[in-house]
């Protein structure tokens, strides 16, 4: 068998050439403002040669003029982020849908209350409300996440990601955690490097620690329901279980941001549950 033989059987994607602006290093989402500075770098290359394509319901979308990858610029301008090429279709589907949330629905979810965690590069782009959903066509799911946002659908952090579109109803979940404990995980602080941790504890007295931003619970036969905060503080000498992200089993359905969808946070410096959690944790 000749050499050459041998590579034509190789799988296709290490046959792939990299781009030199967008995978040398490989990039997926940077600050668009700090890339348009030359100074000379590999990312003000990757400035140079992104290119507008459209605008989009929210952002730009944006191509390499080199491999022809796509790219979303976020809609205030900052982060520009690279589109995984088997999200481009649903890509389109989002631009060209209205997501909005019928205001029978908004009631629901309002009541159930939604935090704002930080997730691209510091930025509030979401209002996450734990809830779960049934669709028109008879489909239930339980624990969805709705996410109100700008921001398109993405991010490959999980693959269960829906349009908010042809909701039949939206009810509180059992996976959901409750309000003071969502807000709490939302701004947890960071003790080690990436890691920001809430003890909480259920209902049977197992205690666990949350980490970062969480909206539900599904572990060890334990729902969100069953989770309260602990009065004891979190201690790196205390072995306890880390649980599960929701990105590990809930499923994202996107809607459209809209004006005052901020109410929907309840982690706003106003909102009276924020204060009660400023006196729990003594900040
Ligand atoms: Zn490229």
């Given at each position: 068998?000749?050499?050459?033989?041998?590579?034509?059987?190789?799988?296709?994607?290490?046959?792939e050439l990299k781009c030199r602006a967008c995978d040398d290093p490989p990039y997926t989402e940077v600050n668009w403002q700090y890339a348009s500075q030359d100074k000379g770098d590999k990312l003000h290359d990757l400035f140079n040669q992104l290119k507008p394509a459209r605008k989009l319901k929210f952002g730009h979308l944006y191509t390499c003029q080199l491999c022809g990858s796509n790219w979303v610029l976020s809609d205030e301008g900052r982060v520009m982020s690279r589109v995984p090429n088997d999200r481009m279709v649903m890509l389109d589907e989002w631009d060209a849908a209205k997501l909005s949330i019928d205001p029978e629905h908004l009631l629901v979810l309002d009541g159930i209350g939604g935090t704002a965690p930080r997730y691209w590069m510091g930025n509030k782009g979401v209002i996450s409300v734990p809830c779960a959903i049934s669709t028109r066509s008879g489909e239930r799911i339980d624990p969805a996440i709705v996410w109100i946002t700008r921001r398109p659908p993405i991010d490959a952090f999980t693959s269960r990601v829906r349009l908010y579109?042809?909701?039949?109803?939206?009810?509180?979940?059992?996976?959901?955690?409750?309000?003071d404990v969502r807000?709490?995980?939302?701004?947890?602080?960071?003790?080690?490097m990436g890691f920001s941790p809430t003890r909480v504890v259920a209902a049977n007295g197992t205690p666990f620690v949350l980490h970062?931003?969480?909206?539900?619970?599904?572990?060890?036969?334990?729902?969100?329901?069953?989770?309260?905060?602990?009065?004891?503080?979190?201690?790196?000498?205390?072995?306890?279980?880390?649980?599960?992200?929701?990105?590990?089993?809930?499923?994202?359905?996107?809607?459209?941001?809209?004006?005052?969808?901020?109410?929907?946070?309840?982690?706003?410096?106003?909102?009276?549950?924020?204060?009660?959690?400023?006196s729990f944790w003594k900040w």
């Open positions: 068998m000749s050499i050459e033989v041998i590579c034509s059987q190789l799988p296709s994607d290490t046959r579109r042809d909701i039949g109803a939206i009810e509180p979940s059992r996976f959901a955690l409750p309000l807000c709490a995980t939302v701004s947890a602080g960071e003790v080690s970062w931003a969480t909206s539900l619970f599904n572990q060890a036969g334990i729902t969100g329901s069953e989770i309260h905060l602990s009065k004891k503080r979190f201690s790196r000498d205390e072995q306890l279980t880390i649980a599960e992200a929701d990105m590990t089993f809930a499923a994202y359905f996107l809607a459209d941001w809209f004006e005052n969808a901020e109410n929907l946070d309840k982690m706003q410096p106003q909102s009276s549950l924020y204060s009660k959690l400023r």
